[in-house]
T-cell receptor
Framework: DGGITQSPKYLFRKEGQNVTLSCEQNLNHDAMYWYRQDPGQGLRLIYYSQIVNDFQKGDIAEGYSVSREKKESFPLTVTSAQKNPTAFYLC?????????????FGNGTRLTVT | DAKTTQPPSMDCAEGRAANLPCNHSTISGNEYVYWYRQIHSQGPQYIIHGLKNNETNEMASLIITEDRKSSTLILPHATLRDTAVYYCIVRSYSGNTPLVFGKGTRLSVIA
């Protein structure tokens, strides 16, 4: 089945540690996105990538880093500089240029940092 | 991207049509209207999108007013599984731009 895989579903880390969240897609989509969601809130954009080896900051990029070395993969690293890392993280992808191509989302990774 | 305004919550009886409104009075001519929904602790699910004309698919219908300043998502026969947060989003046509999410409408379908 084609889709977006985020792993793991739940992740626990100690404060001060960097952690990398995985996002893989087998839909052959060009663009990929990372969003963060806090309880009772909408999604906020962290980073996005429209093509391999290129990415742009979203609204809340501070404390996060990404790479896009392969079309199918867009890992997100939550660094120790992120002040409030506990959140629900969602990855998405879309097939082609233009607003007439919906984003498809994974089922998220819930990160808890204590 | 244009901003959208949605009611924070709505109720709907099971089996009845659910009509979810969205105001996007500052929308420009090259911006699409998208609808997504999110069931608790899952990723958002794409429902439908449109530019000017009304659209229908197997999940829902999208009615866009002639002046494009508002739209309504219609779930024709709501079931308990349609209980979710519904997001109305306006997206610029230029490039593969990300979606900008607001807080959405929490729809509760009641038996």
């Amino acid at each position: 089945d084609g889709g977006i895989t985020q792993s793991p579903k739940y992740l626990f880390r100690k404060e001060g540690q960097n952690v990398t969240l995985s996002c893989e897609q087998n839909l052959n989509h060009d663009a990929m996105y990372w969003y963060r969601q806090d309880p009772g809130q909408g999604l906020r954009l962290i980073y996005y990538s429209q093509i391999v080896n290129d990415f742009q900051k979203g609204d809340i990029a501070e404390g996060y880093s990404v790479s896009r070395e392969k079309k199918e993969s867009f890992p997100l690293t939550v660094t120790s500089a992120q002040k409030n890392p506990t959140a629900f993280y969602l990855c998405a992808s879309s097939p082609r240029q233009g607003a007439d191509s919906p984003l498809h989302f994974g089922n998220g990774t819930r990160l808890t940092v204590t | 991207d244009a901003k959208t305004t949605q009611p924070p919550s709505m109720d709907c009886a099971e089996g009845r049509a659910a009509n979810l409104p969205c105001n996007h009075s500052t929308i420009s001519g090259n911006e699409y209207v998208y609808w997504y929904r999110q069931i608790h602790s899952q990723g958002p699910q794409y429902i439908i999108h449109g530019l000017k004309n009304n659209e229908t698919n197997e999940m829902a219908s999208l009615i866009i007013t002639e002046d494009r300043k508002s739209s309504t998502l219609i779930l024709p026969h709501a079931t308990l599984r349609d209980t979710a947060v519904y997001y109305c989003i306006v997206r610029s046509y230029s490039g593969n731009t990300p979606l900008v999410f607001g807080k959405g409408t929490r729809l509760s379908v009641i038996a």
